[in-house]
């Protein structure tokens, strides 16, 4: 791994990170990476995404917030690319395809319910 | 009188209780009274100093209003894992947000614990965060268990970061996402 791809992953796992605290100060640094690097921005949100996914439990609202904050704030392309996101990982590999509400499902329509808020 | 009611909403239950959150509470749990009100004051005026800025901007506190009126609050604290020869002897650890941790990877004490799991009327987080490169007080109702299916109005926001500004007597801002 380069420097260059080593700086990238690292500040992509920040990014991530960021998501999960989700203070003003950092919803600014998160604004600011999705209108400048959006590419890296959704990689950062699908790494968040797949903790919750494959964890025992999970804060739907914590994931919720998020889209919605997304929807009202971020560029439109940004609410399109996560709901794409969100929408594909639904459709392939469940780990518990067939259950009900199981925590990767519930991931992923958290977030899609926060993105289908009205953008302010 | 106050009408508790009108002013911060209708008592609920806790839409969901996680297994580990059942008959345990934050170690660092407080009524928020003029004295809990001063050591908050106190605590962001030293969070200020460059020495303890970075720490406090990695922590949070949790509050909730239980049926009474009461604001419960505390820091946002994880459960230790059991050990194979019982319950956690280590208590009150408080949850470091960012990093490195998800917040999948911890057992946190939600916001049921500082209600004993019963009904609360308004809850929230209560952070310092800087604001044009000074640290300030901010307050959200961003509880997923009591207020995310009734949502607070408004007013009943208002009322609630009223109410801790005037408890903390520092200005508190209103975080609406």
């Given amino acids: 791994m ?82 794409t996101l969100a929408e594909t990982k639904l459709v392939a590999n469940d780990p518990a395809d067939g259950l009900a509400d199981s925590v990767y499902t519930l991931t992923y329509k958290s977030l899609l319910a926060g993105l289908s808020f009205p953008k302010s | 009188m106050i009408d508790y009611d009108s002013r911060f909403g209708l008592p609920r239950p806790p839409t969901s209780i996680q297994p580990w959150e059942h008959d345990v509470a934050p170690v660092s749990k407080v009524l928020l009274d003029v004295d809990s009100g001063k050591a908050l004051k106190d605590y962001g005026q030293v969070a200020s100093s460059a020495l303890f800025r970075a720490a406090a901007k990695c922590f949070l506190f949790i509050w909730a209003m239980d049926i009474d009126g009461a604001v419960h609050v505390a820091f946002e604290e994880v459960l230790p ?20 941790a998800h917040p999948a990877a911890e057992k946190k004490l939600g916001h049921p614990t500082l209600v004993s799991c019963g009904n609360a009327r308004i809850a929230g987080e209560l952070f310092l965060d800087e604001c044009d490169r000074k640290l300030m007080w901010y307050i959200n109702v961003a509880s997923g268990r009591y207020c995310r299916d009734m949502q607070p109005t408004p007013d009943q926001c208002e009322a609630v970061r009223h109410y801790f500004e005037t408890m903390i007597d520092e200005t508190v801002i209103l975080d609406e996402i």
């Fill in chain 2, 81 to 100: 894992p059991e050990t194979s020869s019982g319950p956690p002897l280590l208590c009150g650890h408080p949850r470091r947000r960012r990093f490195p």
């Fill in chain 1, 2 to 83: 380069n420097m260059n791809t080593q700086m990238s992953a690292r500040h992509m796992n920040d990014l991530a990170c960021l998501f999960g605290s989700f203070k003003p100060s950092e919803r600014n640094l998160l604004l600011g990476a999705a209108t400048t690097a959006p590419s890296k921005f959704v990689h950062a949100l699908e790494a968040f995404l797949g903790e919750w996914a494959s964890a025992g439990w999970i804060e739907e609202y914590n994931i919720e917030r998020v889209g919605k904050w997304i929807a009202k704030n971020c560029p439109a392309d940004m609410t399109i690319r996560a709901k």
